[in-house]
């Protein structure tokens, strides 16, 4: 049962080794049809389920750390801090779509608490760079992440248990048996129980954060005779984990102007421990369950397939979104939501010149979800009392009211509480027609247009809190009824793509591809009334008062592709590069208020380009290496809204803050026959050059540059066991997974610590 290593990779420098092996070929399905990787004119990154179980991943983000040009990874359900290519989500509310897509067997895994699913039993992953239009139902302005679990096989009787014992109490077991019930019909089991205790300090209490405990429960069936065949998925997951851990940035201007109002405001432990009051909750709780049917059925001349998915989840989440050991402010979202989606797709079989697929695609979401955002109501009286009366100190709220000459009650626990009810109704259609023609045996030209059309209802409550503060720091109003607005966008968005194969293995591209990303709503603002007033400062607003929910316009991106692939060897190795420049406009950003209110604004236009490359090369009859290396430059203008400096033109020209310059990794297994069976070992190791600082580019919100060593031993019996001792990040590296420049009264803040080294033991057995 040797595992061997297989993706479409690269490796910067192997010295000349003899290469002796073919390399197993991994046939994707990006282009609608079974090709190996090797053959599609497209950016993207294809790694086997062997390679995942390999390297331990464990749910669908992991997926950024072997794929160029993608990078932004967190420890919790959010997906906001991913990007690809330097395009990511910059809204942690639900108006808006996300910018990196995610698909579990082509239906669309959805948002911030559903999106996030672990990974087991697995074919294949499929990472698609640059917009995508014309692969799934939906549309996806950075890129897509898609995978794909295995099918039940009718000829197979095959199954696994795998055991991972390590550090910190951590227990991991994933299964699947294969049942053939007929000669047409089969069912498939798997399942994964995951638990592992904390690894971040805390001081505030003492305790350990970043745990988890996932379950998950999938069953798979496949129906094939003549003509016909019909894949269904039933899907459970109970996900409890811990919401994200922050520190605050204690050194420059916003942190000595947060103690020159408060006070000494100790943050004890080191930059890379945390002291935080959780006094809120350490919540990241999800129940997701995700239905599918696909049926194909083939008429000789093209073949038709129906994808048909549905998907439910309950989220609850809670941070300490400050970074201090103050209760200066808490976040909670309780969300609910259901999604439906239906695609219909006819793929053309001809062996001719011309080749096509054409489709047409549905969805429908609801969603409901309640915020809360808390905090000490003396910490607002202390920090907003020295704001607003130049530089004087108060001793809290009584102190503050005493000093404009009026009485002040606390509320029963002292808290500001804000809370709103968010609920969305969104529904969109999407068709689309690509057309590819052989001009000459070598040479094709390919082409389609995607015609998108999203509406979307969107209503918000937001009660006036019981604090006499009023609503003070998360909206900076309130609403007496719920406030409704519908808007609609659509777009045709085109590709081309123009492919040269010169050699039997050698394949060149260059594409031309629109992106296009639907607009929604600020999940935490109001637009302007038709007066011009604005909504912050307004208590108890009415539906007469003119004020409605913040419509935010679509993004759009331009991107520019050109690409090399090519075996050799005798296919022993794999290489591919891709170049790309992209225009990218009215990027939906989070911009911070005076008051301390969040909104939504378009804002930007950013020029990037950069180089992602890989390569897959067996060493000899034992050793296969792996790894990834991509460059990313970028300029952003057209700032102003968004810079946090006294002048705002301070911001111009800066990087897309979050991607870091450069990012790789590398990976060499061996597997070494012995006397019934073989010694196996890996090596593997990731990087990122330094990133963050904002749009300020401060220096105290700076991540510097990170590596991080994995090794593993095993044995692989011949009789189809194995056990296998590891220990990732083997130098016990630090880093965060971001950076948040907030300022007012919350400090900047880095998040998400990454977990310390980890040893623990592997072990398996498989059958046929």
């Not at 007929?182 to 805390?202: I, P």
């Not at 851990?245 to 916003?254: M, S």
């Not at 081309?496 to 039997?504: E, F, G, L, R």
């Not at 290489?575 to 378009?602: C, H, K, M, P, R």
């Amino acid at each position: 049962m040797a595992k061997a290593v297989s993706a479409a990779v690269f490796a910067s420098a192997i010295s000349t080794p003899v290469f002796s092996q073919t390399l197993e070929e991994i046939i994707v399905t990006a282009t609608k049809r079974s090709e190996s990787v090797q053959d599609v004119p497209l950016a993207i990154t294809a790694l086997s389920g062997e390679f995942m179980e390999d390297v331990n991943l464990s749910d669908v983000k992991d997926l950024v750390t072997f794929t160029p040009g993608v990078t932004g990874n967190s420890q919790d359900s959010f997906i906001d801090a991913i990007s690809i290519r330097g395009i990511r989500t910059q809204d942690f509310g639900v108006g808006l779509d996300p910018s990196s897509a995610f698909f579990k067997n082509d239906l669309y895994e959805g948002r911030n608490g559903s999106a996030v699913t672990s990974l087991y039993d697995l074919d294949r992953a499929e990472v698609l760079r640059g917009p995508q239009g014309f692969l799934f139902g939906r549309n996806s302005i950075g890129g897509a992440f898609s995978v794909h679990t295995r099918r039940a096989e009718i000829d197979s009787s095959d199954g696994f248990v795998n055991v991972d014992l390590g550090e910190r109490d951590r227990a991991a077991i994933d299964a699947a048996i294969n049942i053939p019930v007929s000669d047409s019909f089969a069912m498939r089991f798997a399942g994964l129980y995951t638990q592992e205790d904390g690894f971040v300090k805390n001081f505030f209490p003492s305790e350990d954060l970043i745990e988890h405990e996932n379950k998950a429960l999938r069953w798979s069936t496949t129906f094939e005779h003549d003509r016909l065949g019909i894949y269904t998925m039933v899907e459970y997951e109970e996900r409890e984990q811990s919401g994200s851990v922050y520190r605050a940035v204690t050194e420059g201007e916003v942190w000595e102007t947060l103690e020159a109002a408060l006070g000494p405001i100790p943050v004890r432990g080191s930059d890379e421990d945390v002291d935080v009051d959780r006094s809120g909750g350490d919540n990241d709780d999800a129940d997701i369950l995700t239905l599918g049917v696909r049926i194909d059925y083939d008429f000789d001349f093209a073949t038709l397939t129906s994808n048909t998915g549905y998907k439910d989840h309950d989220y609850f989440y809670n941070e300490d979104y400050d970074g201090t050991p103050l209760n200066m402010e808490t976040y909670r979202q309780d969300q609910e939501g259901e999604y439906f989606q239906q695609e219909l797709r006819l793929t053309s079989n001809s062996e001719g010149p011309l080749s096509w697929y054409a489709g047409v695609s549905y969805y429908k979401e609801e969603l409901e979800t309640d915020y809360r955002f808390a905090g000490e109501e003396d910490v607002f009286c202390q920090y907003y009392g020295y704001y607003y009366n130049s530089g004087m100190t108060f001793s809290g709220c009584e102190d503050l009211y005493a000093y404009y000459g009026s009485e002040f009650t606390p509320s029963a626990n002292g808290l500001l509480e804000e809370t709103a009810t968010i609920k969305g109704k969104y529904e969109g259609w999407g068709a689309y027609l690509n057309l590819a023609y052989f001009i000459t045996e070598n040479f094709q030209i390919e082409g389609g247009l995607r015609w998108t059309d999203d509406e979307k209802e969107f209503t918000t409550f937001v009660p006036t809190p019981v604090s006499e503060l009023g609503p003070y720091w998360a909206f900076g109003y309130s609403t007496a009824e719920s406030l409704t607005a519908k808007e609609s966008w659509d777009d045709v968005t085109p590709r081309v793509i123009a492919t040269w194969t010169p050699t039997d293995t050698a394949l060149l591209f260059a594409s031309y591809t629109a992106g296009y990303k639907s607009g929604g709503f600020g999940t935490f603002s109001l637009a302007n009334n038709p007066d011009g007033d604005i909504a912050i400062g307004n208590v108890d607003i009415v539906r007469a008062d003119g004020f409605l929910p913040d419509p935010v316009d679509p993004e759009e991106v331009h991107s520019y592709e050109i690409g090399y692939k090519d075996s050799f060897f005798d296919d022993n190795m794999n290489f591919d590069i891709v170049a790309f420049y992209y225009e990218y406009t009215d990027f939906q950003v989070t911009v911070g208020t005076g008051s301390g209110a969040t909104l939504i604004e378009n804002a930007g236009e950013v020029e990037s380009y950069g180089v992602e490359s890989s390569l897959t090369a067996g060493i000899g009859d034992y050793l296969t290496a792996y790894a990834t290396i991509g460059y990313f430059d970028s300029e952003a203008n057209k700032l102003e809204d968004v810079c946090g400096l006294e002048d705002p033109l301070g911001c111009e020209g800066t990087h897309l803050f979050w991607a870091p310059e450069w990012s790789g990794s590398f990976v060499l297994h061996g597997a070494f026959p012995m006397n019934s069976g073989a010694i196996t070992g890996a090596f593997e190791f990731t990087f990122e050059s330094e990133r963050g600082g904002g749009w300020e580019e401060l220096d105290e919100t700076m991540i510097d540059s990170y590596e991080e060593m994995s090794v593993r031993v095993g044995w692989e019996s011949d009789n189809n066991w194995f056990v296998e001792a590891y220990v990732e990040n083997i130098t016990d590296e630090f880093t965060w997974d971001g950076m948040n420049n907030l300022g007012g009264k919350e400090p900047h803040a880095f998040f998400g610590p990454r977990r310390p080294r980890t040893a623990g033991v592997r072990l398996g057995m498989a059958w046929d």
